[in-house]
């Protein structure tokens, strides 16, 4: 079985620039993640998807980044404009779904650099 | 009070020991405790699960799991260089809707 897939898997960008991750769940799983790591900060969830709606997404920092799932095999996570401090590696994440077992599986990341 | 605290490390042990990794939280609530281990410049990947209080043995990996004390520690027995890796503690909550938070990791190093 596939895993997440991610893509870019590396990306180095200019300040200012508009950055689009992307993400392909695991087939058949109801819920995806997106999640942020860092060195200072570790790894935090930026939103939440359940069934293709967002359902929590308190962890996006502002509003320079936005998060759409338009159906249950794909979504994006876009950061417009881009700012050095949005460096970081970013997690696309899937589960069957949401209950007490849920078990999250995670794609390899896209490393951000923004300069 | 962090929701799920680990010791950043780095813990360093010499092959062949056990390694403690620690891991509390801080809802009671909690319901499902995981383990995942993160290579240098690698995803997670899920080593463990535990949803009772008491041991869990996977090969040479044990999670303990004290909902009284709210504790769930990590043992890795007969360490290897290849256990070197960032370990990441990750608890389920019903207040959080069951999307797992994780604590920051403990950095262990597995010397020769």
């Known amino acids: 079985d596939a895993g997440v897939i991610q893509s870019p898997r590396h990306e180095v960008t200019e300040m200012g620039q508009e950055v689009t991750l992307r993400c392909k769940p695991i087939?058949?799983?109801?819920?995806l993640f997106w999640y942020r790591q860092t060195m200072m900060r570790g790894l935090e969830l930026l939103i939440y998807f359940n069934n293709n709606v967002p359902i929590d997404d308190s962890g996006m920092p502002e509003d320079r980044f936005s998060a759409k799932m338009p159906n249950a095999s794909f979504s994006t996570l876009k950061i417009q404009p881009s700012e050095p401090r949005d460096s970081a590696v970013y997690f696309c994440?899937?589960?069957?779904?949401?209950?007490?077992?849920?078990?999250?599986?995670f794609g390899e990341g896209s490393w951000l650099t923004v300069v | 009070q962090k929701e799920v605290e680990q010791n950043s490390g780095p813990l360093s042990v010499p092959e062949g020991a056990i390694a403690s990794l620690n891991c509390t939280y801080s809802d009671r609530g909690s319901q499902s405790f995981f383990w995942y281990r993160q290579y240098s410049g690698k995803s997670p990947e899920l080593i463990m699960s535990i949803y009772s209080n008491g041991d869990k043995e996977d090969g040479r990996f044990t999670a303990q799991l004290n909902k009284a004390s709210q504790y769930v520690p990590l043992l890795i027995r007969d360490s290897q260089p290849s256990d070197s890796a960032t370990y990441l503690c990750?608890?389920?909550?019903?207040?959080?809707?069951?999307?797992?938070?994780f604590g920051r990791g403990t950095s262990l190093i597995v010397h020769p």
């Open positions: 990750a608890v389920n909550t019903p207040a959080r809707s069951y999307i797992p938070t």
């Open positions: 087939s058949g799983h109801n819920s």
């Open positions: 994440a899937s589960s069957p779904g949401t209950s007490s077992g849920n078990t999250i599986y």
